[in-house]
């Protein structure tokens, strides 16, 4: 590894010797746009991948689209999500459809297995082919499509960079990251939507102002609260069972907002008063460098973050077990004969 946007930020260890080591960076900004604690640079452009659902649901929410159709709480949560493709996820994308005048057939987001393994395998028992709402992404583009259908705008080319939907969502980004639309990249997401790739300190203020949105005028203030309301308060709407984004919030009880990407990302907004009584809200922007296919380093290093800022206590982790920031590594006959562990300490901003 020789990049000096990136360091060490989670190893593992075989006897007494460093065996693997992942390379990362972060950045925790406050909602003032202090940089509170970076690892490696703060102003690494990478693509944010799912961790801008949010935001790409803001401009519709902001229009007036959940009371245009009678969403409630969980068809936002859907909207926000990477879900895992249960019964009930499926459930509430077809719910959305429903009160939108739309089909499943007009989701433009190609199609996955679940990613919920026991729905995967009912699925495979009954020989069900899996459709485009089980798509992790499938709330997302049902909510883009309702956005096109409330405003008369073309729904089969809805996830063109030039279509109306995706122009203001661009324009969304641009003022919450406080950066020109042009300095923005547009690549396409592996559900065929344009996604944007930003510095990590801007992705990480962005996710304070949607935590503290008291300085963005009332209309955005107020989705900013819709949003932030519904995926706290079903947060397996957002990720599914046993994810990690989902065990994150329901530990949160309603302080913590948690959303993942691919590629190791994973960003975290954590709510005014979430560390004291006075705290302001932050957001905390994490890449992992080399991807984390496997998810071995992200939800640790997000859970060590959280734990050292104070967020998170010794009772809060148990919950967290799975995702703990060091856990033994075991061999075929149980024995333990090394750790995985996260490496670094948070530098305050000097």
Not at 216 to 229: F, H, K, P, Q, V
Not at 323 to 346: A, D, E, K
Request: hydrophobic share 35%; glycine share 8%; with cysteine.
């Amino acid at each position: 590894m020789n990049n000096p946007n990136y360091s060490p930020i989670f190893e593992t260890t075989r006897g007494d010797i460093v065996e693997s080591l992942h390379y990362g960076a972060y950045a925790i900004v406050d909602v003032s746009g202090n940089l509170i604690a970076e690892l490696g640079d703060p102003n690494t452009v990478t693509y944010f991948r799912s961790s801008a659902k949010p935001f790409q649901a803001l401009p519709f929410i902001e229009s007036g689209g959940v009371e245009h159709f009678g969403l409630i709480s969980a068809e936002i949560a859907l909207i926000c999500a990477s879900h895992s493709g249960t019964d009930k996820h499926v459930e509430i994308a077809h719910s959305i459809q429903q009160k939108a005048n739309l089909s499943e057939s007009n989701l433009l987001c190609g199609v996955h297995p679940p990613f919920d393994k026991s729905t995967a395998e009912a699925m495979r028992k009954r020989e069900e082919e899996p459709t485009p709402n089980r798509h992790n992404c499938s709330g997302k583009h049902s909510g883009m499509l309702a956005f096109a259908a409330m405003n008369d705008w073309s729904k089969n080319d809805y996830i063109d960079p030039s279509h109306p939907v995706q122009k203001r969502i661009l324009n969304c980004l641009a003022d919450l990251f406080d950066l020109s639309a042009d300095k923005i990249h547009i690549g396409i997401d592996g559900c065929s939507i344009p996604n944007f790739a930003a510095p990590l300190y801007n992705v990480a203020l962005a996710y304070a102002r949607l935590c503290d949105p008291s300085s963005l005028g009332t209309l955005r203030a107020n989705a900013c609260r819709s949003i932030t309301s519904a995926m706290t308060t079903n947060p397996e709407m957002v990720s599914g069972p046993g994810r990690f984004d989902t065990c994150l919030m329901n530990v949160g009880k309603g302080f913590i907002l948690s959303k993942g990407g691919a590629e190791g990302y994973q960003c975290i907004g954590l709510m005014p008063g979430a560390l004291n009584e006075d705290s302001p809200a932050l957001g905390i922007a994490i890449k992992i460098s080399d991807g984390d296919l496997k998810d071995r380093a992200r939800s640790p290093v997000s859970v060590e973050i959280l734990h050292q800022l104070g967020v998170l206590n010794d009772s809060d982790l148990e919950p967290l077990l799975k995702f703990s920031p060091r856990s033994p590594i075991n061999n075929w006959r149980r024995l333990v004969v090394g750790y995985s562990q996260t490496t670094f300490n948070l530098h305050p901003e000097k």
